[in-house]
């Protein structure tokens, strides 16, 4: 009997050896899949890939090396969505708009600050307008203290300087220049923003730089030097605050006179230019740290 | 007798249990050896019919100020089934497995090479024919969908961070200064820059309309009708299948 028993003890005791050493590896497996965090805490070489044009390099008109800082503190970050949405109407069209049954624009005053509901109110009142266009628009999910940067632009190479000799271009073309040197100017949206956010409040600070730019037609130099682009900008810096979920609206930028101001023949200058309106709307909201599994609960729930 | 045969069932039921559980073991390290995580990236060109139709089939916005925009394993098994009809075009599609602390980069097979240099040659004997022009240097243009990505801290709460530069540039056309041979390119691009976290089987999404110059027709897609694009970037993290 003794003997039975203690046969019985010894197997007992090799079952758990074996259950305990496959839990150890087990353990050691889950550990093991994931990264080392003090290997993994900077990133590696920042800043866009030159298929990208160079992007942050600061060429001409480029952003410099962005603005934000990034510091991992001892709490996960917080993550924001961020939305800039850049459109254009006449300036006319405007005045009419109502939101909720108020005026939009009043001779003293505009709404800078509205709900999301708000927010499509506008968007689809906008949309009505037959002049109304979006130029261009970009959402973006960072980690907070973060700078995103969002561009769609086309690159323009034109001749930047010429050789000093005439050249002959036969009997039909007209002589001109050799080209010696080549630049690259984009013309497009280019969107560059940080948050900053304070945990336990629900304000969001947030850098804004927007670039629109685009190319209103190509000036004809005369004398054998290659055609120069006209370019037409607008460059903004702000820097702001939103509550969490509320969308800020700068309006009143007019375009008016844009380009003809740069006193060069008007014919070169598009009609379109004149008695718009810039409408640009800046949105952003933290998201909760498990946003995706959470709303889907309360989605199995409902 | 009988206590013999007790003990020979109990051995019995403990080396069956013994191999259940080493082959359970097994399996589990199998299956941990396969889930290997990955990220994958996604750029859609749609238009606004198309993300109509995906924000109805998920049954909320994609905007977070009245929707979400972080998805579960189950929406995105409900858009890639979306993403295969006629509305949407895939222009850029990568997974990149992330046991690696290295920066990997995504990078389409086409290029464009195009002078940036010239030099005058004249045809020989040819004293009153247009001068002829040699490019003596040029430049590479990556085309098509490519990026970076990188992989930041793995969070305790699960959430890997990571850094995602992605773009795609095409040919838009060619600019003639003075003589059809010295021609320069346009190109159209679209990229962002942003660093984000993701836990295990998410999806962020983000919406993007492009720059109004690129509306003359599919912006990145050819052969497509004129359209108001609207580009959709998918960035998911999960595990290979």
Same mark, same amino acid.
């Given at each position: 009997m003794k003997r039975a028993e203690s046969i019985f003890i010894a197997l007992g005791l090799l079952l758990l050896t074996s259950f305990g050493g496959v839990l150890i590896s087990s353990l050691i497996v889950a550990g093991t899949s994931a990264q080392d965090d003090s290997e993994t805490e900077e990133f590696g070489e920042g800043g866009f890939p030159d298929?990208?044009?160079?992007?942050?390099?600061?060429?001409?008109g480029r952003f410099g090396d962005g603005f934000g800082t990034f510091t991992l503190g001892p709490s996960e970050p917080q993550q924001v969505w961020c939305e800039a949405i850049y459109t254009q109407i006449d300036t006319a069209e405007l005045d009419d708009i109502r939101i909720g049954g108020e005026p939009f624009v009043t001779p003293v005053s505009e709404r800078t600050l509205l709900t999301p509901v708000e927010k499509l109110e506008l968007l689809h009142e906008l949309k009505l307008?037959?002049?109304?266009? +979006?130029?261009g628009a970009a959402s973006v999910v960072s980690i907070d203290g973060q700078c995103q940067l969002v561009q769609m632009v086309e690159e323009i190479r034109y001749p930047y300087t010429h050789d000093g000799a005439l050249v002959s271009n036969g009997a039909s073309g007209r002589p001109h220049y050799l080209a010696d040197d080549f630049e690259c100017r984009d013309t497009g949206i280019r969107l560059n923003w940080t948050t900053n956010c304070e945990p336990g409040h629900d304000v969001i600070g947030m850098l804004v730089l927007f670039e629109a730019s685009r190319l209103a037609g190509w000036l004809d130099m005369g004398s054998g030097i290659a055609d120069q682009p006209l370019m037409l900008s607008w460059n903004e810096m702000t820097d702001l605050y939103i509550r969490d979920g509320m969308t800020l609206v700068m309006t009143g930028i007019p375009l008016t006179g844009f380009g003809r101001?740069?006193?060069?023949?008007?014919?070169? +200058?598009?009609?379109?230019?004149?008695s718009k309106t810039a409408v640009i709307l800046i949105s952003a909201r933290i998201l909760a740290l498990s946003d995706a599994g959470h709303k889907a609960e309360e989605g199995i729930e409902e | 007798m009988k206590h013999a045969r007790t003990l020979v069932v109990s051995c019995l039921v403990l080396v069956l249990l013994g191999a259940i559980f080493l082959g359970a073991s097994r399996a589990w390290g199998r299956r941990n050896r396969k889930r290997e995580p990955q990220l994958v990236v996604r750029f859609i060109e749609t238009d606004e019919q198309g993300l109509g139709a995906i924000e109805k089939s998920l049954g909320f916005s994609l905007d977070p100020q009245v929707g979400r925009c972080v998805l579960t394993s189950w929406e995105m098994v409900e858009i890639t089934r979306l993403l295969r009809g006629a509305d949407f075009e895939v222009i850029g599609h990568a997974a990149v497995p992330i046991d690696t602390k290295e920066r990997r980069a995504i990078r389409s097979d086409r290029q464009l090479r195009y002078a940036v240099d010239f030099e005058r040659a004249k045809p020989a004997g040819d004293d009153q024919g247009a001068t002829a022009y040699q490019a003596t240097e040029h430049d590479t243009r990556q085309l098509g969908f490519s990026g970076d990505v990188a992989f930041g801290k793995l969070w305790e709460s699960g959430r890997q961070e990571v850094e995602v530069v992605l773009g795609v540039t095409e040919l838009s056309g060619w600019k003639t200064f003075g003589h059809e041979n010295l021609r320069q390119p346009v190109f159209k691009t679209w990229s962002v820059n942003t660093r984000l976290l993701l836990d295990f089987d998410e999806t962020a999404a983000m919406v993007s309309r492009p720059y109004r110059a690129f509306e003359e027709s599919g912006v990145f897609s050819e052969g497509k009708p004129a359209r108001q694009a609207v580009f959709l970037i998918l960035v998911s993290l999960g595990y290979v299948h």
């Open positions: 298929e990208f044009g160079g992007g942050f390099e600061g060429e001409s307008r037959s002049s109304f266009e +979006i130029i101001s740069l006193a060069l023949d008007t014919d070169q +200058i598009p009609e379109s230019m004149g | -």
